[in-house]
């Protein structure tokens, strides 16, 4: 089942630990591609220092701004894009970054995209699926888009560790550098 608009229409914190397990799917030149969310990360609104919205709505962070359940695709450090799930009400920016996946199906496409490496990043996961700023403002409530997450595995709370966001410059402060708003499956989901 894929994942409906009201599912991201709730609060980032619950939609990005609720994410993990889910199934991101992408048909790439006829090719299903499948991989298990295995990490996330949430951004919270203009006050959030660490999320792009700190700006106000942009060209950039237009999409955060949209409607629940659309993609938000950015360029970052000059050669990785980076997928994220628009979340809460229409005009407020929030949004969840897929930080990982664990690959399912296509596998082997995906590894050949990968040059053989693992699709434990941000960047990493959009390289071995093809995920470019094409799919930026996609719905990813249908499967029309090319892009979709539907429903996966339920992870209990004690395969879940949470954390601080990855990546962030100590310059943000606090609370926004320790915020406790990454969410990572401790194990591989399928073994």
């Not at 969840?96 to 990493?124: H, N, S, Y």
């Amino acid at each position: 089942m894929i994942f409906p608009r009201k599912f991201y229409n709730r609060p980032t914190l619950t939609v990005a630990r609720e994410l993990l397990g889910a199934r991101l799917v992408r048909i790439l030149d006829g090719v299903k591609l499948v991989g298990l969310i295995s990490e996330t990360e949430a951004y919270i609104g203009e006050k959030d220092l660490a999320c792009h919205a700190k700006a106000g709505r942009t060209i950039r962070t237009d999409p955060m701004y949209g409607a629940p359940g659309q993609a938000y695709v950015y360029f970052t450090y000059g050669h990785h894009w980076m997928l994220n799930a628009v979340t809460e009400e229409e005009g407020f920016p929030a949004a969840v970054l897929i930080r990982a996946i664990q690959p399912l199906e296509g596998v082997e496409v995906m590894m050949e995209r990968r040059g053989g490496r693992d699709t434990l990043g941000p960047g990493k996961l959009t390289q071995a699926m093809g995920i470019t700023k094409s799919e930026n403002y996609a719905n990813l409530t249908e499967a029309g888009s090319g892009v979709w997450i539907e429903a996966g595995f339920k992870i209990p709370e004690k395969s879940v560790t949470i954390g601080a966001r990855v990546g962030l410059n100590r310059a943000i402060g606090e609370p926004w550098f320790s915020n406790p708003w990454r969410f990572l499956v401790k194990d591989k989901i399928l073994k």
